[in-house]
């Protein structure tokens, strides 16, 4: 998906983006609460040490941006939805958090 989002750019928005902007408008009319997961992307990846709430957003690449974009109409749309930003967590193929755990535990 993040490697699709470069070739796909106006997919990644909508997907990313604009139907989560969506999402959040119907939850703040309706009085629902939006929980949306967005990634580590929305970061330059420069850091040193775990990213804060506080930390300046620069996205990765166009991924990054299509996700920062879904942030910012979360933040418009429905304040007080929430954002959940991961990273690395898991996946059925290639390395990440949870089978980098379970071959280290071996």
Known sequence: ???????????????????????????ERNGKQLISISTDYVFDGKGTAPYTVQHPTDPLNYYGYSKWLGEQLIKENHPKGIVVRTSWVYSTHGNNFVRTMLRLMK
Do not use: I, P, R, Y
């Not at 470069?6 to 959040?24: F, I, P």
């Open 1 to 27: 998906a993040v490697d699709k989002a470069e070739q796909e750019s106006e997919s990644a928005l909508k997907t990313n983006a604009h139907s989560v902007g969506e999402m959040a408008a119907w939850c």
